[in-house]
């Protein structure tokens, strides 16, 4: 009578052993996902500052995100294959600058009045602009190649005055800056009041195609390095550390680039462009820019006198080849490589070239130039 109880207990205690043992299983099959699910009791850590920077060129925006690395947003206004000598910004472009830390431009007339323009309209002060041009003692543009009266009214560089961080500054009662920090015309600049409202582009007396001499691109990259560590002290060691590194490959593309010009006779080392964008190029590698179609800028149609000029002088130098450029069109150019005989080799100048061009970045575009120029002299 009384084994009824006893196996009843027991079974009681099997049954409830057997559930604990389920229990146990399931909660260690589903513990991880379960704590993975539950919300942390911990505060998320907050987010670093990134620096935004805006570039006027794509370029230059390369350089800024190598030396930036992940502590910046960098915007470049220019589209690739866009011809920065005929750009007009629009409202979307004036929105970038207004919530721009730093924007970094060519300067040296590169940028015409728009980039003025645009620092007017968004109300922003004109410090936060770093014009890179005006550091790498800028080449002065051509005679030949200049167009109305543009070198009336300017000082020579060497009255500029630098500070640390690379750019030109002169005490507040000198510099033509006002309450607001908006510049007055650079070095008494004077323009017609019928060009700057057309926005007609007019460069200065400097050529500001700086990059294709790498070793000049070297001092506008440590400037983006110091003023980038000016706005975030405490990075600055990854934003110099990186532009070192960087330095060192703008080493390793001058020296090769020197191989690889060795291969062109000096005699067959003359070019003939589009525009005026190589003459950095040719006085750092010994070649000699014998005929430019469009100037310093490609916004000046050529004259039927100047065409007819370069038609002599490319057969009286027996000149190879004349280089036209992604950014313009290839009528002219096409022109007179027919009218005298020669090949049409384009290559890239003030812009990058588009993914799966070969010229995505600026040491990319470098060669890539470098390669179809000696291709086409040797």
């Known amino acids: ?78 589209p690739v294959d866009v011809d920065p000598h005929t750009f007009q910004p629009g409202p ?67 009255d500029h005055e630098h500070d640390e961080d690379g750019e030109n500054h002169k005490d507040d009662e000198e510099d033509g800056h006002d309450d607001d920090g908006q510049h007055e015309a650079d070095e008494d600049h004077e323009h017609d009041e019928d060009e700057h409202e057309g926005h007609a582009h007019v460069h200065g007396p400097e050529n500001p195609h700086f990059w294709f001499d790498p070793i000049r691109v070297k001092v506008a990259i440590n400037a983006i390095a110091a003023r980038l560590s000016r706005l975030d002290p405490a990075n600055a060691n990854v934003y110099f550390t990186n532009a070192v590194a960087y330095n060192e490959k703008l080493d390793e593309l001058h020296h090769w680039t020197e191989h690889e010009v ?44 100047h065409l007819a000029h370069l038609v002599e002088l490319v057969k009286e130098r027996d000149v190879p080849a004349v280089f036209g450029e992604t950014i313009t069109s290839e009528r002219l150019a096409q022109a007179l490589a027919n009218e005298t005989g020669t090949k049409l080799v384009r290559i890239y100048s003030d812009s990058l070239g588009a993914d799966g061009s070969g010229a995505e970045t600026y040491i990319s575009m470098v060669q890539e130039n470098v390669k179809r120029v000696v291709e086409a002299l040797r």
């Open 1 to 78: 009578m009384r084994r009824r109880p006893i196996r009843r207990i027991a079974s009681i205690v099997w049954a409830s052993f057997l559930m604990l043992t389920l229990v146990s299983f399931v909660a260690s099959c589903g513990g991880d996902d379960e704590r993975d699910a539950k919300p942390s009791d911990e505060p998320a850590a907050p987010q670093e500052t990134v620096i935004r920077v805006v570039t006027t060129s794509n370029i230059i925006a390369d350089w800024a995100r190598i030396v930036g690395g992940d502590r910046v947003e960098v915007i470049s206004l220019m």
């Open 92 to 158: 979307r472009d004036a929105a970038q600058i207004a919530e721009a830390d730093v924007v970094l431009a060519v300067g040296l007339s590169m940028e015409g009045f728009w980039l003025e323009d645009l620092l007017k309209n968004v109300a922003r002060d004109a410090s936060i602009v770093l014009a890179l041009g005006d550091l790498i003692d800028p080449i002065h543009a051509h005679s030949d190649d200049m167009h109305g009266d543009e070198e009336d009214g300017h000082e020579n560089d060497e």
């Open 262 to 305: 060795s291969a062109v006779a000096p005699e067959r080392r003359l070019l003939v462009t589009s525009h005026d964008s190589y003459r950095y190029f040719a006085e750092r590698y010994g070649f000699e820019v014998i005929g430019v179609i469009l100037g310093v800028s490609t916004d000046v149609e050529a004259s039927a006198e």
